[in-house]
């Protein structure tokens, strides 16, 4: 688990560097986004992906925000692999129509992916 330590329970942050919290900040930027989407949007089909693609991102910074106990580099790598999936589908859904929100919450997204794989590397 690299350089971890066992904690014993309780909320742990020590381990986390600043690019961690970036990459948190990132997380929860967009997660934010997604879940505005869903007031926007209601119940409706796009409303429940973005309730999904918003849990998720929040629920991924919550994970390494309290220093769980997983393994990280399969956590950065779901991440960076779950946000591409969510710029592969804006584009597919979107293409045509894109919106100021859509590029910015695009562009937190790249930035997520960019410290994903530095986390991935430095884990390697």
């Not at 429940?48 to 393994?71: N, Q, R, T, Y």
């Not at 045509?96 to 930035?111: M, N, P």
Request: proline share 2%; glycine share 14%.
């Amino acid at each position: 688990m690299g350089t971890r330590e066992a904690t014993g329970g309780g909320v742990q942050t020590g381990s986390l560097t600043s690019i961690h919290w970036a990459g948190i900040a990132l997380a929860v930027a967009t997660g934010l986004l997604h879940l505005y989407l869903v007031a926007l949007y209601g119940l409706s089909t796009y409303g429940i992906s973005f309730a999904v693609a918003g849990v998720g991102f929040l629920g991924g910074a919550a994970v390494l925000a309290l220093d769980v106990d997983v393994p990280r580099r399969p956590l950065y790598a779901l991440g960076a692999l779950w946000t591409l999936g969510q710029i592969v589908a804006w584009y597919v859904i979107k293409v045509g129509s894109f919106s100021t929100l859509g590029y910015v919450d695009k562009a937190i997204q790249v930035a997520l992916i960019a410290v994903l794989a530095v986390l991935i590397q430095r884990e390697g």
